[in-house]
Protein backbone atom coordinates (compact mmCIF):
# COMPACT_ATOMS: atom_id res chain seq x y z
CA UNK A 1 0.00 0.00 0.00
CA UNK A 2 2.91 2.71 0.81
CA UNK A 3 4.31 1.52 -2.78
CA UNK A 4 1.02 2.75 -4.17
CA UNK A 5 0.55 5.88 -2.29
CA UNK A 6 4.59 6.71 -3.09
CA UNK A 7 3.70 6.12 -6.89
CA UNK A 8 0.85 8.99 -6.12
CA UNK A 9 2.68 11.24 -4.57
CA UNK A 10 5.37 10.61 -7.66
CA UNK A 11 2.64 11.46 -9.96
CA UNK A 12 0.67 14.18 -8.22
CA UNK A 13 4.47 15.85 -7.98
CA UNK A 14 4.93 15.87 -11.66
CA UNK A 15 7.56 13.39 -11.81
CA UNK A 16 10.25 13.55 -8.19
CA UNK A 17 12.97 11.34 -8.86
CA UNK A 18 12.85 9.94 -5.41
CA UNK A 19 9.56 7.75 -3.23
CA UNK A 20 8.50 9.93 -0.74
CA UNK A 21 10.79 9.97 2.42
CA UNK A 22 7.68 10.99 4.83
CA UNK A 23 10.35 11.34 7.55
CA UNK A 24 11.35 14.55 5.22
CA UNK A 25 8.07 16.09 5.16
CA UNK A 26 7.03 19.22 7.85
CA UNK A 27 3.33 20.13 8.18
CA UNK A 28 2.46 23.51 8.44
CA UNK A 29 -0.35 25.37 9.42
CA UNK A 30 -2.01 28.11 7.73
CA UNK A 31 -4.20 30.50 9.40
CA UNK A 32 -7.44 31.07 7.93
CA UNK A 33 -9.51 32.85 10.63
CA UNK A 34 -9.40 32.46 14.54
CA UNK A 35 -9.69 29.08 15.09
CA UNK A 36 -9.60 27.55 11.72
CA UNK A 37 -6.56 26.83 10.00
CA UNK A 38 -5.20 24.13 7.26
CA UNK A 39 -2.34 22.05 7.36
CA UNK A 40 -0.20 21.32 4.56
CA UNK A 41 1.90 18.49 4.59
CA UNK A 42 1.89 16.01 1.63
CA UNK A 43 -1.61 14.97 -0.25
CA UNK A 44 -4.80 16.88 0.24
CA UNK A 45 -5.01 20.48 2.71
CA UNK A 46 -6.32 19.02 6.04
CA UNK A 47 -8.95 21.37 7.23
CA UNK A 48 -8.79 21.97 11.13
CA UNK A 49 -11.25 23.65 13.46
CA UNK A 50 -10.57 24.18 17.15
CA UNK A 51 -12.49 25.09 20.24
CA UNK A 52 -14.47 25.18 23.31
CA UNK A 53 -16.00 21.69 21.67
CA UNK A 54 -12.48 20.43 20.66
CA UNK A 55 -10.83 19.54 17.65
CA UNK A 56 -11.81 18.17 14.28
CA UNK A 57 -10.22 17.83 10.71
CA UNK A 58 -11.21 17.56 7.34
CA UNK A 59 -9.27 15.08 5.63
CA UNK A 60 -6.20 13.06 6.88
CA UNK A 61 -3.40 12.88 4.43
CA UNK A 62 -0.98 10.09 4.47
CA UNK A 63 -0.76 7.63 7.81
CA UNK A 64 2.75 7.65 7.73
CA UNK A 65 2.25 11.37 8.71
CA UNK A 66 -0.12 10.83 11.23
CA UNK A 67 1.97 11.43 13.81
CA UNK A 68 3.33 14.86 12.98
CA UNK A 69 -0.33 15.75 11.94
CA UNK A 70 -0.99 15.52 15.42
CA UNK A 71 1.58 17.30 16.74
CA UNK A 72 1.06 20.26 14.45
CA UNK A 73 -2.44 20.29 15.76
CA UNK A 74 -1.03 20.21 19.25
CA UNK A 75 0.25 23.63 18.70
CA UNK A 76 -3.71 25.02 18.74
CA UNK A 77 -4.88 22.83 21.25
CA UNK A 78 -4.57 19.93 23.56
CA UNK A 79 -7.71 18.13 22.80
CA UNK A 80 -7.78 14.76 20.90
CA UNK A 81 -9.11 14.87 17.22
CA UNK A 82 -13.19 14.24 17.79
CA UNK A 83 -13.98 13.58 14.56
CA UNK A 84 -12.62 13.52 10.93
CA UNK A 85 -14.57 14.41 8.03
CA UNK A 86 -13.21 12.87 4.73
CA UNK A 87 -13.68 15.48 1.49
CA UNK A 88 -13.73 12.09 -0.71
CA UNK A 89 -12.44 8.78 -0.62
CA UNK A 90 -8.68 9.03 -2.53
CA UNK A 91 -5.85 7.76 -0.64
CA UNK A 92 -4.30 11.07 -0.35
CA UNK A 93 -6.71 12.89 1.47
CA UNK A 94 -8.25 9.80 3.64
CA UNK A 95 -5.33 7.32 3.88
CA UNK A 96 -4.74 8.71 7.75
CA UNK A 97 -8.12 7.36 8.71
CA UNK A 98 -7.32 4.01 10.22
CA UNK A 99 -4.62 5.76 12.38
CA UNK A 100 -7.19 8.44 13.82
CA UNK A 101 -10.10 6.16 14.04
CA UNK A 102 -7.92 4.17 16.54
CA UNK A 103 -7.34 7.16 18.06
CA UNK A 104 -10.88 7.77 18.95
CA UNK A 105 -12.21 9.68 16.13
CA UNK A 106 -15.47 9.27 14.53
CA UNK A 107 -14.62 9.60 10.70
CA UNK A 108 -17.49 11.49 8.46
CA UNK A 109 -18.00 10.80 4.85
CA UNK A 110 -20.36 10.73 2.19
CA UNK A 111 -22.47 7.13 2.34
CA UNK A 112 -20.60 6.67 -0.96
CA UNK A 113 -17.26 7.15 0.02
CA UNK A 114 -17.78 4.43 3.06
CA UNK A 115 -18.98 1.74 -0.09
CA UNK A 116 -15.42 2.97 -2.19
CA UNK A 117 -13.11 2.78 0.97
CA UNK A 118 -14.42 -0.63 2.15
CA UNK A 119 -13.07 -2.22 -1.23
CA UNK A 120 -10.18 -2.26 -3.19
CA UNK A 121 -9.69 -0.09 -6.41
CA UNK A 122 -7.64 1.46 -8.70
CA UNK A 123 -7.26 5.09 -9.64
CA UNK A 124 -7.62 5.30 -13.23
CA UNK A 125 -4.98 7.11 -15.24
CA UNK A 126 -2.62 6.61 -12.34
CA UNK A 127 -3.11 3.19 -12.54
CA UNK A 128 -2.71 2.93 -8.59
CA UNK A 129 -4.12 0.48 -6.26
CA UNK A 130 -6.25 1.97 -3.39
CA UNK A 131 -6.56 -1.10 -1.01
CA UNK A 132 -10.08 -1.14 1.42
CA UNK A 133 -9.41 -0.15 4.71
CA UNK A 134 -10.38 -2.11 7.83
CA UNK A 135 -13.04 -1.19 10.47
CA UNK A 136 -11.34 1.04 11.75
CA UNK A 137 -10.57 3.44 8.65
CA UNK A 138 -14.31 3.39 7.41
CA UNK A 139 -16.75 6.33 8.45
CA UNK A 140 -18.98 5.77 11.16
CA UNK A 141 -21.54 8.47 10.17
CA UNK A 142 -22.68 8.96 6.19
CA UNK A 143 -24.64 11.08 4.56
CA UNK A 144 -26.16 11.28 1.16
CA UNK A 145 -27.14 14.55 0.25
CA UNK A 146 -27.01 17.54 3.46
CA UNK A 147 -26.09 16.61 7.05
CA UNK A 148 -24.58 19.66 9.73
CA UNK A 149 -22.72 20.04 12.38
CA UNK A 150 -22.80 22.09 15.18
CA UNK A 151 -19.45 22.41 17.00
CA UNK A 152 -16.95 25.10 17.87
CA UNK A 153 -19.72 27.54 17.61
CA UNK A 154 -19.68 27.02 14.52
CA UNK A 155 -22.52 25.58 12.07
CA UNK A 156 -20.86 22.90 9.15
CA UNK A 157 -22.91 22.29 6.25
CA UNK A 158 -21.73 18.86 4.15
CA UNK A 159 -22.80 19.55 0.78
CA UNK A 160 -22.81 16.42 -1.82
CA UNK A 161 -23.70 18.30 -4.97
CA UNK A 162 -23.88 15.25 -7.34
CA UNK A 163 -20.63 13.62 -8.76
CA UNK A 164 -17.83 15.59 -9.58
CA UNK A 165 -14.18 14.74 -8.63
CA UNK A 166 -15.61 11.22 -7.85
CA UNK A 167 -19.09 10.09 -6.44
CA UNK A 168 -17.88 10.64 -3.17
CA UNK A 169 -17.78 14.27 -2.73
CA UNK A 170 -18.41 16.46 -0.30
CA UNK A 171 -18.11 20.44 -0.09
CA UNK A 172 -17.83 21.46 3.77
CA UNK A 173 -19.24 25.06 4.95
CA UNK A 174 -18.30 26.94 7.62
CA UNK A 175 -22.13 29.29 7.48
CA UNK A 176 -21.09 32.05 9.54
CA UNK A 177 -17.23 31.87 9.08
CA UNK A 178 -17.66 31.89 5.84
CA UNK A 179 -15.22 29.07 4.64
CA UNK A 180 -15.26 26.67 2.22
CA UNK A 181 -12.78 23.60 1.85
CA UNK A 182 -13.79 22.11 -1.78
CA UNK A 183 -12.08 18.59 -1.85
CA UNK A 184 -10.55 18.11 -4.80
CA UNK A 185 -13.44 19.58 -6.74
CA UNK A 186 -11.36 22.70 -7.05
CA UNK A 187 -7.75 22.54 -6.48
CA UNK A 188 -4.57 24.71 -7.81
CA UNK A 189 -2.59 22.08 -9.38
CA UNK A 190 -3.43 23.40 -12.82
CA UNK A 191 -5.77 20.93 -15.01
CA UNK A 192 -7.79 18.90 -12.29
CA UNK A 193 -7.44 15.74 -12.13
CA UNK A 194 -11.06 13.87 -12.21
CA UNK A 195 -11.82 10.10 -11.57
CA UNK A 196 -14.29 9.00 -14.10
CA UNK A 197 -14.07 5.04 -13.48
CA UNK A 198 -14.61 6.34 -9.83
CA UNK A 199 -17.70 8.45 -10.58
CA UNK A 200 -16.64 11.53 -11.30
CA UNK A 201 -17.37 13.29 -14.90
CA UNK A 202 -16.21 17.13 -16.08
CA UNK A 203 -20.04 18.15 -16.79
CA UNK A 204 -20.78 16.94 -12.91
CA UNK A 205 -17.35 18.93 -11.75
CA UNK A 206 -18.78 21.81 -13.47
CA UNK A 207 -22.35 21.51 -11.99
CA UNK A 208 -20.93 21.00 -8.23
CA UNK A 209 -18.41 24.28 -9.10
CA UNK A 210 -21.61 26.56 -9.64
CA UNK A 211 -23.13 24.90 -5.78
CA UNK A 212 -19.95 26.05 -4.35
CA UNK A 213 -19.67 29.44 -6.09
CA UNK A 214 -23.45 29.58 -4.93
CA UNK A 215 -22.11 29.59 -1.29
CA UNK A 216 -19.71 32.26 -1.53
CA UNK A 217 -19.14 36.04 -1.52
CA UNK A 218 -16.38 38.11 -2.47
CA UNK A 219 -15.25 37.56 1.38
CA UNK A 220 -15.30 33.78 1.19
CA UNK A 221 -11.99 31.79 2.34
CA UNK A 222 -11.48 29.06 -0.23
CA UNK A 223 -9.46 26.28 1.33
CA UNK A 224 -8.79 23.85 -1.85
CA UNK A 225 -8.18 20.22 -1.81
CA UNK A 226 -4.80 21.40 -2.99
CA UNK A 227 -2.85 24.18 -2.86
CA UNK A 228 -3.34 28.19 -1.52
CA UNK A 229 -6.19 29.34 -0.03
CA UNK A 230 -8.48 31.14 -2.95
CA UNK A 231 -11.41 33.17 -3.34
CA UNK A 232 -14.59 32.72 -4.82
CA UNK A 233 -12.87 34.58 -7.77
CA UNK A 234 -10.58 32.23 -7.88
CA UNK A 235 -13.51 28.96 -8.64
CA UNK A 236 -15.17 31.53 -11.11
CA UNK A 237 -11.98 31.48 -13.46
CA UNK A 238 -11.53 27.39 -13.08
CA UNK A 239 -14.79 26.54 -13.67
CA UNK A 240 -14.89 28.99 -16.71
CA UNK A 241 -11.73 26.81 -18.31
CA UNK A 242 -13.36 23.88 -17.23
CA UNK A 243 -16.63 24.74 -19.23
CA UNK A 244 -14.11 26.08 -22.63
CA UNK A 245 -12.42 22.70 -22.47
CA UNK A 246 -15.60 21.10 -22.04
CA UNK A 247 -17.37 22.88 -25.14
CA UNK A 248 -14.32 22.29 -27.10
CA UNK A 249 -14.62 18.92 -26.24
CA UNK A 250 -18.21 18.55 -27.19
CA UNK A 251 -17.95 20.29 -30.75
CA UNK A 252 -15.22 17.52 -31.34
CA UNK A 253 -17.88 14.66 -30.18
CA UNK A 254 -21.19 16.49 -32.21
CA UNK A 255 -18.92 16.49 -35.60
CA UNK A 256 -18.20 12.95 -35.32
CA UNK A 257 -14.29 13.10 -34.57
CA UNK A 258 -12.75 10.26 -32.35
CA UNK A 259 -11.05 11.00 -29.05
CA UNK A 260 -7.76 11.17 -31.07
CA UNK A 261 -8.76 13.42 -33.66
CA UNK A 262 -10.11 15.75 -30.45
CA UNK A 263 -6.78 15.68 -28.61
CA UNK A 264 -4.82 16.80 -31.60
CA UNK A 265 -6.87 19.78 -31.58
CA UNK A 266 -6.01 20.68 -28.20
CA UNK A 267 -8.80 21.59 -26.21
CA UNK A 268 -7.08 22.52 -23.11
CA UNK A 269 -4.59 25.35 -25.17
CA UNK A 270 -4.42 28.05 -23.15
CA UNK A 271 -5.24 26.50 -20.07
CA UNK A 272 -2.62 23.54 -19.33
CA UNK A 273 0.56 23.15 -17.49
CA UNK A 274 1.75 22.92 -13.79
CA UNK A 275 -0.06 20.04 -12.97
CA UNK A 276 0.21 16.33 -13.77
CA UNK A 277 -2.63 16.24 -16.45
CA UNK A 278 -1.53 17.01 -19.71
CA UNK A 279 -3.55 17.81 -23.11
CA UNK A 280 -3.82 14.06 -23.76
CA UNK A 281 -5.14 12.91 -20.60
CA UNK A 282 -7.11 15.67 -19.86
CA UNK A 283 -9.18 15.63 -23.25
CA UNK A 284 -9.49 11.93 -22.24
CA UNK A 285 -11.17 12.86 -19.01
CA UNK A 286 -13.39 15.65 -20.56
CA UNK A 287 -14.15 13.07 -23.42
CA UNK A 288 -14.85 10.02 -21.00
CA UNK A 289 -16.89 12.13 -19.23
CA UNK A 290 -19.70 12.18 -22.31
CA UNK A 291 -20.23 8.44 -22.47
CA UNK A 292 -20.47 7.62 -18.81
ZN1 LIG B 1 -8.93 13.18 -5.11
Known amino acids: MR ?12 GLQAQTDYDAIRITATDVLPGIWYLQGDGGNIGLSTGEDGVFIIDDQFAPLTEKIKAKIAEFSS ?7 NSHFHFDHSDGNENFGAGGAIIIAHENARIRMSEDHVISILELDQLAYDETGLPEITFTEDMSLHFNGHTVQLHHFGPGHTDTDAVIHFVEANVIHTGDVFVRYGLPFIDVPNGGNLNGMIRVMHGIIGLADENTKIIPGHGELASRADMVAYVSMLETIRDRVYEGIKAGMTLSQITATEPTRGFAGGGFLNNENFTKIAYDSFFK
Open 79 to 85: EPVKFVI
Open 3 to 14: KSVSLLFFVLSG
